[in-house]
């Protein structure tokens, strides 16, 4: 009898970018391992990807809290528990099944066709050129994730909702709340409950005058009686904080990948082959696979796995970052090859929950990158990789500075 | 009759998520409606030079609501 080891995402300090040991043994030991968490309970760690594909894109398998998925800390299991009382609706659409899912998803979905997005791209470019403008004429060293990262996202997605960007250190302190694991559950409820009502301020000002952003699309559906305004807001918030806090880690940190591997970062920087740029991010985007510690789901009945049964009420925990590294599917998985194209990497998910905001991710990585570089050739890094304060601490992986000069 | 001659394209719209995925994999084949992103077949006989496309498309699909028949 062999004990059962614990779920553990910690990153090791010499190899921040890479899965986290404890991660990597598991996978090491097969594709589905038992773990144990926090709380004594057990779930199922899966790390394969052929088997993070079949358990997201299993019809038997529930992505609903009451439903009984894994809980990753004390604060999260409160935070659950009091969205669970709340009703529903306090939930947003990825934590719901079809075909309530499916309703809400679709609500949104026209703001981010590959067409739509693709509209975007000039605007967004004006923006990173304007930041880089502005970084360049300040004081260095400076704080890339101030200056550039965290900006860049946070302009595009405000400009694609409808949110006055003026409100950005509203809405951005709100939403490292959200994302941080050791927000308390009252703190992030706080968090949450701010940012909703914010949005429902905004919905009743475009109720009465909207323009053509995506929340007067929602208002659109509120008036015609499709969405309730609570769903509304919900949307809104979901959508504020995906996304800046994502696309915002990743230039960070593929920057940080970039400036440690001047091969790579060459070969970037001095090609203007579209076909090379997007190979890049989707690289980057597998390599560092921000989106860590795992999707949380629940088998609604019994469903083989690898060979392995997998009991109804049993929880899953699907780790994208073990799938990413699969040495099955990206052969010698450790190694940044911005040539070689990962089209199946796992980092937006798989199944019906991918991410939604995914065609505009791509687009302002493929602007980001290549604006920095270009525009800074001489851009270094200004710590050592032991100052760089990662978040271990996050839904979402990153670093919350990155000191760079030129 | 050669093997490309054989080969059925099938979407599913009511699977579609909209990810835009099969867009980016062959555009000139599948494209997305403007009202709700979802899955619109351009070509439904694409040349055999594009099928490597097609079946990255169904591939990498995250609702697997394309089908490659053949």
């Given at each position: ?48 990807h052929?088997?993070?594909r ?60 590959v ?135 990743m230039?960070?940190?593929g920057?940080?990948a970039l400036?440690?591997d001047?091969g790579q970062l060459?070969l970037l920087?001095e090609s203007d082959d579209p076909k090379l740029i997007a190979s890049a991010v989707e690289e980057l985007l597998r390599y560092l696979t ?30 994208n970052?073990?799938a990413n590294r699969d040495p099955s599917v990206f052969p010698d998985p450790d190694r940044l090859d911005l040539q070689r194209n990962p089209r199946l990497h796992v980092t937006f998910?798989y ?7 995914q065609p505009?991710a791509r687009m302002?990585l493929q602007?980001?990158y290549p ?36 | ?18 990810s835009g995925q099969c867009v980016l994999a062959a555009d000139?084949v599948f ?18 030079e594009r099928l490597a496309d097609v079946r990255q498309a169904a591939l990498v699909c995250p ?8």
């Amino acid at each position: 009898m062999t004990t059962i080891p614990e779920y553990n995402i910690a990153r090791s300090a010499k190899c921040p970018l890479d899965p986290a040991p404890a991660m990597r043994a598991r996978q090491e030991e097969g594709p589905l391992a038992r773990v144990r968490l926090w709380d004594g309970s057990t779930a199922w760690l899966v790390t394969g990807h052929a088997e993070h594909r079949a358990v997201l894109g299993h019809p038997k398998v529930s992505v609903e809290p009451a439903r009984g998925i894994p809980r990753l800390s004390p604060a999260e299991a409160a935070t659950m528990d009091s969205l669970a009382k709340a009703g529903s609706a306090s939930l947003g659409f990825i934590m719901m099944d079809d075909p309530e899912h499916a309703r809400l998803r679709r609500m949104a979905t026209s703001a981010f066709t590959v067409k739509r997005v693709e509209a975007m791209r000039p605007a967004t470019q004006e923006i990173a050129d304007e930041l880089i403008d502005r970084l360049l004429a300040g004081p260095k060293p400076a704080d890339l994730v101030e200056a550039f990262a965290l900006p860049l996202p946070s302009l595009v997605i405000s400009n694609l909702l409808g949110v006055p960007y003026d409100d950005h250190e509203f809405f951005q302190a709100n939403s490292r709340t959200i994302i941080n694991r050791n927000s308390t559950a009252e703190e992030r409820g706080q968090a949450q409950h701010r940012l909703a009502e914010y949005l429902d301020g905004l919905i009743g000002e475009k109720l009465a005058k909207p323009g053509d952003d995506l929340l007067s699309g929602l208002v659109e559906r509120v008036k015609a009686g499709e969405l309730s305004r609570q769903e509304a807001a919900r949307m809104g918030v979901l959508m504020l904080f995906a996304g800046h806090e994502t696309t915002a880690n990743m230039i960070t940190l593929g920057t940080l990948a970039l400036l440690r591997d001047p091969g790579q970062l060459a070969l970037l920087r001095e090609s203007d082959d579209p076909k090379l740029i997007a190979s890049a991010v989707e690289e980057l985007l597998r390599y560092l696979t921000i989106t860590h510690g795992g999707l949380r789901r629940v088998a609604l009945e019994d469903i083989e796995i690898a060979g392995q049964v997998i009991r109804a009420g049993e929880g899953i925990i699907t780790v994208n970052e073990t799938a990413n590294r699969d040495p099955s599917v990206f052969p010698d998985p450790d190694r940044l090859d911005l040539q070689r194209n990962p089209r199946l990497h796992v980092t937006f998910g798989y199944g019906v929950h991918q991410c939604l905001g995914q065609p505009l991710a791509r687009m302002e990585l493929q602007v980001a990158y290549p604006a920095l570089l270009r525009r800074i050739p001489t851009l270094a890094l200004a710590a050592e990789l032991e100052q760089i304060p990662f978040k271990h601490d996050g839904f979402v992986y990153g670093a919350y500075e990155l000191p760079v000069t030129w | 009759m050669t093997e490309e001659d054989i080969v059925k394209i099938i979407i599913e719209q009511d699977k579609c998520v909209a990810s835009g995925q099969c867009v980016l994999a062959a555009d000139d084949v599948f494209d997305q409606r403007d009202e709700d992103g979802v899955v619109i077949l351009l070509n439904d006989d694409p040349s055999p030079e594009r099928l490597a496309d097609v079946r990255q498309a169904a591939l990498v699909c995250p609702a697997l609501a394309i089908t490659v028949e053949e």
